[in-house]
């Protein structure tokens, strides 16, 4: 994508709006309603899996739609801001909005209020579920599809959500990949791909190791809100 005088103030529109976008805490703001910090109970992240620990799978469903929606909108608003080059403003919005949610301006701020006199930390979630909502808007149906199925048969057999996550992006990633290469999506999206997985391996570095040693939380496992 070539930035210009023509289109740079739209490019630095959709950072901005997307950044925003993702950087909304739906974690935080809905285990807020029961007077839980989301930060302070089990993984201490801000995402659905943690939501669903603390108050209910209900409530982390909930969450994981909300955030998918997040990615949604920063790609449909930054196509609309750029028509003219759609797969350009989709790359960008769509990292730039897992970015917003892995270190949340919002989240930060809220965490700093509750915290008074503490050193500033800057907060947020994995991303996985923003992350799949952008997904949603670029892969062709069977490789969402691929994701479901890889997911859901590692979690039904191990019951470690952070695995199936990892491995249902493993597979979109390659795949996104192949059919660049072979031409059938666009160049772009090489570079989606790319620190899509880059962003995985620094936000899911904690789960890899605790998978590799045995301690991961398996799902079902309530996280105690007190």
Request: with cysteine.
């Amino acid at each position: 994508m070539i930035v210009n005088d023509q289109n740079i103030l739209q490019i630095l529109l959709i950072v901005v709006i997307s950044y925003l976008i993702g950087s909304l805490p739906t974690a935080y703001l809905i285990a807020r309603l029961r007077n839980i910090n989301i930060f302070e109970v089990g993984s201490g992240n801000m995402g659905g899996t943690n939501v669903a620990r603390a108050m209910g799978t209900g409530w982390g469903v909930a969450v994981a739609l909300i955030d998918m929606c997040k990615g949604m909108a920063a790609v449909l608003i930054a196509r609309m801001l750029l028509p003219e080059n759609q797969w350009g403003a989709t790359t960008i919005s769509a990292i730039v909005a897992i970015v917003g949610h892995n270190w949340s301006l919002f989240a930060t701020l809220f965490y700093a209020a509750a915290a008074r006199g503490s050193r500033l930390t800057i907060r947020g979630g994995k991303g996985a579920a923003t992350a799949f909502g952008t997904m949603l808007m670029i892969a062709p149906a069977q490789i969402i599809l691929g994701m479901f199925a890889i997911f859901s048969i590692l979690l039904a057999l191990t019951r470690y959500v952070s695995l199936g996550v990892l491995a249902a992006f493993l597979l979109a990633i390659v795949w996104v990949l192949i059919l660049t290469a072979q031409q059938l999506l666009p160049v772009e999206y090489v570079a989606y791909a790319l620190l899509l997985a880059l962003l995985l391996a620094i936000r899911f570095r904690e789960n890899i190791q605790r998978l590799v040693a045995g301690t991961e939380r398996r799902l079902g496992e309530r996280a105690n809100p007190s």
